[in-house]
């Protein structure tokens, strides 16, 4: 809302054309907080600690290590050139992912009570939760390359592609996490389902390990049938593969991202009216 | 609805509300899962009862008008509050708004305790629609006005419950709105803050603003609304001019409060005694000039207290005292025997006293009563019923000619 002179602004209940519509006009509207709920987000996670912002950037390479140190001889690591960047390349994709839909589903049901008590564009915290994952990725963004650089890996021109592919993932994220939002809102246990869904799915990826070594009797549906397999593609492609991606490695995980982007926003916007009811 | 005979500032409907219900689905069981959930679907279980916070309710209200809202807990006034600033949508008829809402429904939503207080001045800010740019001019004047000072800069755990309040009030009244939105919340903060607020809200007000307010003060509803609208089970029972609506709502009050009362009183007569008292209290009644039981009286009128108790031994000179309070604790009176030099000699058996009040000079309130038996001598509370009866004054209905305070002094005006 700008500021309004006179009774220019009216808010008619009967008179709205289409919620879907209207919500993205909103969410434009509300930009500005937006910008203050990822700020929150962002600043209130590491208040109390000494290092503050910069877990964003040690918390992935300490899962690095982890990974590195565990896994690394079990996947035949020898067949990448360089398995931590590998592995951090990955995980970065991987844990924007889970932490956007995690987060857009945990801010509606529990931090929720704010809708019914003042009114804001519902999809909100979805959005912040996707912008708060976008800063935390483009942060760690910094020891990706540093790992890049001390295991003797290129840092190829592609990377200035890197963000269109966080931006395609970004849209699966936001569009899921509404999608799931909506579900936990009526089906509370969804939140704890959603976890264990998360770690199986997780482990069916790619993430920490070559899609070599899958059995390849499998190996084509778990990956062609595996939204986050193109995703987490899309994103080493630029980085740590140092290529562009072809038109069917782009075109696959944004058709994808449109797809579920579209229907998330269609369902939780549709459905929205009722929240306030139900939180 | 008789509003023509009522000035209002403008004609300009600023909020309508025609035929608009909102209807709440309560599921009647919890079904929490999934799995339970597609069963019940399939086996037709699923059942929901429906409850009408607002039924068919219509309304208007023109611009720079104070409309109140009153009404029992539950009678649909948030429910109509939150129909108009936007948090929730009707589930039939239509609801027109027409400026910028600030709400008042809940001061300080959306604060987080982490953040500091310049921090969450943004973000509340931002919440209710305005844009950093804004919130940077607003800032300095909202400091001032919460008389935050160099807490302004400490996470918000660290504030008092009132200092938040007084944050949130300050932001969210900051820019004059087309349309305020008030619900109890007057009563945040301590006595000069209030003070302060109400300031606020009527210099709001005197620029032209739409006030909506609900209060279960009645007599800040009449002082300050000009319509106002009683609300009861979801439906509009009378919407009339403010002190036509407060005077029917106070009467059917004061019958319901009337029979609660009494029969409350009854309940509470034998209280459980477990230890021995030589002397107990059996029962008090309240009476009025024709000796009837009665809780709620108008002032002038009489009061009779009848204090009954039963003597276990013989007892030299029995005390017994009365106290009266008003609700909020302060003490108006303690009249006792031994100042009426009224002398008790108890034998075994029952007995009692009574005080007549010929004409009570208590104003409008809630009271209560505490009743006492000391024995004289050695000053030793033997029986004591403490603030357990309670009684109401309410002048509706009646010719009472002042209207504030605590007291009426019973004095009369002349020309000199």
């Known amino acids: ?279 | 609805m008789a509003e023509k005979a009522i000035a209002l500032p403008t004609d300009q409907t600023i909020i309508e509300l025609s035929d608009v219900s909102v209807k709440y689905r309560v599921p009647q069981e919890q079904i929490g899962t999934f799995k339970e959930y597609f069963i019940r679907l399939l086996e037709g279980k699923v059942k929901h009862r429906s409850f009408n916070a607002l039924n068919k309710v219509s309304l208007s209200v023109h611009r720079g008008e104070v409309f109140g809202l009153i009404g029992h807990n539950g009678a649909g006034k948030s429910t109509l509050l939150k129909l108009v600033a936007k948090v929730i949508r009707p589930t039939g008829g239509r609801v027109v708004v027409k400026g910028r809402v600030a709400p008042l429904l809940e001061v300080g939503a959306g604060f987080h305790p982490e953040l500091t207080g310049r921090e969450n001045i943004f973000l509340n800010g931002t919440m209710l629609g305005f844009s950093h740019e804004e919130m940077l001019e607003k800032f300095p004047r909202i400091v001032e006005f919460s008389e935050l000072g160099d807490f302004i800069d400490a996470p918000l755990r660290t504030y008092s419950s009132g200092m938040s309040a007084r944050l949130g009030f300050a932001v969210a009244t900051d820019t004059q709105p087309d349309i305020l939105i008030v619900d109890e919340v007057l009563s945040i903060g301590d006595e000069a803050f209030q003070h302060k607020s109400y300031e606020r809200i009527l210099s709001i007000k005197a620029q032209g603003a739409t006030i909506l307010l609900v209060s279960h003060s009645m007599s800040m509803i009449e002082s300050i609304c000009q319509r106002a609208a009683w609300l009861h089970r979801g439906q509009i029972l009378c919407l009339d001019n403010a002190k036509v609506v407060v005077d029917q709502y106070l009467g059917r009050v004061s019958e319901e409060e009337n029979r609660q009362l009494i029969a409350a009183a009854h309940l509470d007569e034998f209280p459980a005694q477990k230890e021995y008292k030589p002397i107990e209290i059996r029962q008090v009644r309240l009476l009025n000039d024709q000796d009837h039981d009665q809780q709620v009286f108008h002032t002038g009128e009489s009061v009779q207290v009848q204090i009954e108790y039963v003597a276990h031994e013989p007892i030299d000179s029995l005390e017994v005292g009365i106290a009266v309070h008003r609700q909020d604790g302060v003490h108006i009176t303690g009249p006792n025997t031994t100042f009426d030099g009224l002398d008790i000699p108890i034998q075994p058996g029952a007995g009692g006293v009574a005080y007549t009040v010929p004409s009570i000079p208590l104003m409008e309130g809630l009271y209560q009563l505490s009743v006492a038996l000391v024995n004289r001598d050695g000053n030793r509370m033997l029986d004591y019923h403490d603030h357990y009866y309670t009684f109401r004054i309410n002048n509706r209905g009646h010719e009472v000619r002042e209207r504030y305070g605590l007291m009426t002094l019973k004095g009369e005006w002349r020309l000199l």
């Open chain 1, 1 to 279: 809302m700008k500021s309004q002179t006179g009774l220019s602004v009216v808010y008619d209940s009967t008179r709205r054309g289409s919620v879907v519509l209207e919500e993205l006009r909103e969410i434009f509207n509300y930009r500005y907080l937006i910008l203050q709920l990822v700020r929150r987000d962002i600043l209130t996670r590491y208040k109390r600690s000494f290092l503050g912002v910069a877990w964003t950037m040690l918390n992935p390479l300490g899962m690095m290590l982890v990974w590195t140190i565990a896994f690394s001889q079990f996947f035949k690591a020898g067949d990448l050139p360089s398995y931590p960047a590998y592995v951090l390349n990955g995980l970065l994709a991987w844990t924007f992912f889970s932490q956007t839909t995690t987060a857009s589903m945990v801010n509606l049901v529990w931090g929720g009570g704010l809708l019914n008590r003042i009114y804001i564009p519902r999809t909100s915290f979805a959005v912040a939760a996707m912008g708060t994952g976008l800063v935390n990725i483009g942060l760690s963004m910094f020891p990706l390359i540093g790992v890049m650089l001390v295991t003797g890996l290129k840092v190829h021109w592609s990377i200035l592609f890197a963000p269109i592919s966080v931006l395609i993932l970004a849209g699966f994220a936001l569009g899921l996490g509404l999608l799931i939002s909506t579900l936990a809102v009526y089906f509370p246990d969804i939140a704890e389902m959603y976890q264990i869904m998360l770690m199986a799915w997780m482990f069916l990826t790619p993430v920490m390990y070559p899609v070599t070594i899958l059995p390849e009797a499998y190996r084509f549906y778990l990956t062609m049938l595996n939204p986050m397999y193109h995703m987490v593609t899309l994103f080493r492609i630029p980085i740590y593969f140092g290529r562009l991606p072809t038109p069917s490695e782009l075109l696959i995980p944004l058709g994808i991202s449109l797809f579920f982007l579209t229907l998330g926003w269609l369902v939780f916007t549709k459905k929205s009216d009722e929240f306030s009811y139900r939180i």
